[in-house]
């Protein structure tokens, strides 16, 4: 998949808890706009809904976090971005239908 600044991330094993915007991406201290499944980087997350959600309080490294997904992101991701998806992020937009009961 394709991590993209802007992105809203949830934990679905936590009742799908919002943690936050991805507000921006570093890799060897370089802002960048998007990283790719496999990359090290570091993430900014903010959550200004509830600035009182904390790392290590409530979720931790052993949470997954999601992107947040729906129904309508899907179809915007079909409408504009279809020809610059992989195969492979596809199959992820597949799984994540699963993780989030989206028909």
Same mark, same amino acid.
């Given at each position: 998949?394709?991590?993209?600044?802007?992105?809203?991330?949830?934990?679905?094993?936590?009742?799908?808890?919002h943690v936050?915007?991805?507000?921006?991406?570093?890799?060897?201290?370089?802002?960048q706009?998007?990283? *790719?499944?496999?990359?090290s980087?570091a993430?900014?997350?903010?959550?200004?809904?509830?600035?009182n959600l904390m790392?290590?309080?409530?979720f931790?490294?052993?949470?997954?976090?999601?992107?947040?997904l729906?129904?309508?992101s899907i179809?915007?991701?079909?409408?504009?971005f279809?020809?610059k998806l992989?195969n492979?992020?596809? *199959?992820l937009v597949?799984?994540?239908?699963?993780?989030?009961?989206?028909i």
């Amino acid at each position: 998949g394709i991590l993209k600044v802007g992105t809203p991330l949830c934990i679905p094993a936590l009742g799908g808890l919002h943690v936050g915007k991805v507000t921006s991406i570093e890799s060897n201290g370089r802002e960048q706009e998007t990283a *790719r499944k496999g990359s090290s980087v570091a993430v900014k997350i903010m959550n200004e809904s509830n600035p009182n959600l904390m790392y290590g309080r409530q979720f931790d490294s052993t949470n997954s976090l999601y992107s947040t997904l729906s129904r309508e992101s899907i179809d915007a991701l079909k409408a504009n971005f279809k020809d610059k998806l992989e195969n492979e992020d596809w *199959r992820l937009v597949v799984k994540l239908k699963k993780v989030f009961n989206i028909i």
